[in-house]
């Protein structure tokens, strides 16, 4: 279907699937196997830009915003999710500076990563903190002009690889969740390492890792806009980055049902192809009416997200929530129509399958997305009531 | 460093057939790329840049349309495209052809010329080292490494069939490169959106002031009788069994038919 994409983001689409075709496909398989975090084809992606997509020009990027990223990232999951992670994963760390760091602190941190050169990871995930951000525990001391951070944050994405990384700790913890402060940490800071490499299900080629800070002492310029705005720095970060992990859900849903289409085209059962069952074609039909439906949905909120709109919490949830469900039915669908060859590690979709489950996990469970659309609309309804 | 790379905008083989009538090439609905030797060519180019600074031109003799070819290389980093066209270019040979680009690049002025080893429809390889016979320069083909280059002298690697060489030459210099000097990069977007606004400079016979009796069909040695595609004999027997026994058949055969 024609979205009507801007001769740009119709340029960022073809590069991204060029790439994606060229440099993710013929390796995504291996990465998968060994767990190999993607530094190649990062090195492909900053040399083409695409690190730069949403960082203003004024800091070496090219000024786009969410429907670029998200047309970036939607072709990278076509062909994995696991590289596609490790690139949203870094536009996720740098949403806190973006939005609300100071001009100090974009100057010095947006030209490297807009070019690519450091890597961004974001820590909010805690042991006893998940889906409750008020369970956490991390906790940043001020003393003199040093905040001094302990605690350890748990399955960080680009945990280990990224240089820089932008993390939630409790300042005041007698001020419950606004207690909590946003900083920026770089890798290399004394008292600042890392925990294990977690072996996952899928996007096994993005990197897991908990960071541990025993007695770390950061600058004090290193907090991200004031003390107590932590919460809000993180949910108007993840505000922003869901719209992005609804994408890697469509790509993949849409990587899936292309292997289904070319596979069923071929595989000849009684005679005849299996396209040309009807059992087979309304499965097809499903997946490709849900992908186009998430689709929309996607480019329809990031371009208002980009119109400026204050509070996108609702809708950005809505585009995560859905895309990702779809992403897990149509991913399943696509090894059921496959049969045994879908199973099998020979065909790229039960990989597909797998890479597919994280996305209704992380960044909020869509069970948590569920209840921010929930809260949005008791706030709607009671406004409209008065 | 002024550098000018040399390329041509080729149908994409992988989808080319041949009409059987007419025996031309079925050029409808086949995409256009860049020889694939000569994207190493430019990726040859933008790495000397890297290294001494100067410029890339991308240089191609072609119809208009092979300005998308100067885009592509443009999108990938090249700082200029020079397109030379003119009806009077039509039907040249590997020899009018290089007579045209020498033409040219006297008219750009280079220090380093890079061209791909040969092209993937004629495949004759002629057109490098005939450029550098006209310019009168040096010429190293089949380079497969850049060792070192100062500011009058480079030293490559040439591949040979066995092993290579190690050559040095002086600047002003022609390369033509194989496809073990490098890894052509993929374009960026700032290079893409530089490619769509670039101005193609576009260069007439009269402007390089090339003769024209050395141009296009009239200056061309080489005059071409027939194309055709090699018919598919359908006399064909597979042997089988072990292969000493195959050899034998085989010289037997052979030998039955006044080929041996």
């Not at chain 2, 003799?61 to 980093?77: D, H, K, N, V």
């Not at chain 2, 290579?164 to 022609?174: A, C, I, Q, R, Y």
Request: proline share 4%; aromatic share 6%; charged share 25%.
């Amino acid at each position: 279907m024609d979205y009507f994409l801007t001769e740009e983001q119709m340029m960022i689409r073809d590069l991204a699937r060029q790439i994606a075709e060229e440099k993710v496909v013929p390796v995504r398989a291996e990465l998968d196997e060994k767990g190999e975090f993607p530094w190649d084809i990062m090195r492909t992606l900053a040399q083409s830009d695409l690190f730069g997509l949403f960082i203003p020009e004024e800091y070496g990027g090219l000024g786009k915003a969410t429907l670029e990223l998200c047309i970036a990232v939607e072709e990278l999951s076509r062909a994995c999710v696991g590289v596609s992670t490790t690139y949203a994963a870094n536009a996720l760390g740098t949403f806190p500076i973006l939005l609300f760091g100071t001009d100090e602190q974009k100057k010095k941190y947006l030209p490297d990563i807009a070019a690519g050169k450091r890597l961004v990871a974001f820590g909010l995930t805690e042991a006893n903190a998940g889906s409750d951000a008020g369970g956490t525990q991390t906790t940043a001391k001020l003393e003199r002009n040093e905040y001094v951070i302990n605690g350890t944050k748990q399955w960080i994405t680009n945990g280990g690889e990224a240089e820089i990384y932008t993390i939630i700790a409790i300042t005041d913890r007698s001020k419950g969740p606004r207690g909590a402060s946003a900083f920026i940490v770089e890798k290399g800071t004394p008292g600042f390492t890392f925990g294990k490499k977690e072996d996952k299900m899928g996007i096994r080629a993005s990197a897991t890792t908990e960071l541990i800070f025993d007695n770390c002492r950061i600058p004090k310029d290193n907090i991200i806009g004031k003390e107590g705005m932590g919460f809000v720095v993180a949910m108007k970060t993840l505000d922003n980055s869901r719209t992005g992990v609804g994408s890697q859900g469509v790509g993949v849903a849409q990587g899936a049902f292309e292997e289904a289409v070319k596979f069923a085209r071929k595989r000849v059962q009684f005679g005849h192809p299996v396209i040309t069952f009807q059992a087979v074609q309304h499965m097809l039909a499903d997946m490709a009416t849900s992908i186009e439906a998430a689709r929309s949905l996607i480019y329809a909120v990031s371009r208002f997200i980009d119109s400026g709109a204050k509070d996108v919490s609702k809708e950005s949830a809505m585009a995560k929530l859905f895309a990702t469900d779809i992403a897990m039915k149509v991913t399943t669908d696509a090894v059921q129509v496959m049969g045994g060859s879908g199973y099998m590690k020979e065909y790229p979709v039960e990989k597909m399958m797998r890479d597919a489950k994280i996305l209704q996990i992380y960044e909020g469970t869509n069970q948590i997305q569920r209840n921010v659309i929930g809260q949005a609309l008791i706030k709607e309804a009671a406004r409209n009531k008065s | 460093m002024k550098i000018v790379v040399c390329i041509k905008q080729v149908p994409d083989t992988a989808e080319v057939r041949i009409n059987p009538e007419t025996n031309t090439l079925i050029r409808e609905g086949v995409q256009s790329i860049i020889k694939p030797y000569d994207m190493h060519a430019i990726e040859a180019g933008l790495q000397i840049r890297e290294k001494t600074g100067g410029s890339v031109t991308a240089l191609t003799m072609g119809p208009p349309q092979a300005e998308t070819a100067l885009r592509e290389a443009i999108s990938m980093g090249v700082d200029r495209g020079v397109l030379l066209t003119d009806r009077a270019f039509a039907g040249s040979d590997t020899w009018a052809t290089a007579y045209a680009l020498f033409k040219a690049i006297a008219h750009i002025g280079a220090d380093i010329i890079i061209c791909g080893k040969q092209a993937i429809d004629g495949d004759t390889a002629q057109v490098g080292p005939e450029i550098a016979e006209f310019l009168g320069i040096p010429h190293v083909a089949y380079i497969r490494k850049i060792e070192d280059i100062q500011a009058n002298s480079i030293v490559v690697q040439r591949l040979m069939d066995e092993g290579s060489d190690v050559v040095e030459s002086s600047l002003p210099v022609l390369l033509t490169v194989v496809r073990e000097l490098n890894s052509p990069r993929l374009p960026s977007l700032k290079g893409k959106m530089a490619a769509k606004k670039a101005e193609i400079e576009k260069l007439a016979a009269a402007d390089i002031g090339a003769e024209e009796d050395q141009l296009g069909l009239r200056g061309s040695p080489t005059q071409v009788k027939n194309i055709f595609a090699p018919g598919v004999k359908k006399d064909r027997r597979m042997l089988d069994g072990p292969a000493e026994v195959q050899v034998d058949i085989l010289v037997k055969e052979l030998t039955g038919l006044k080929c041996l």
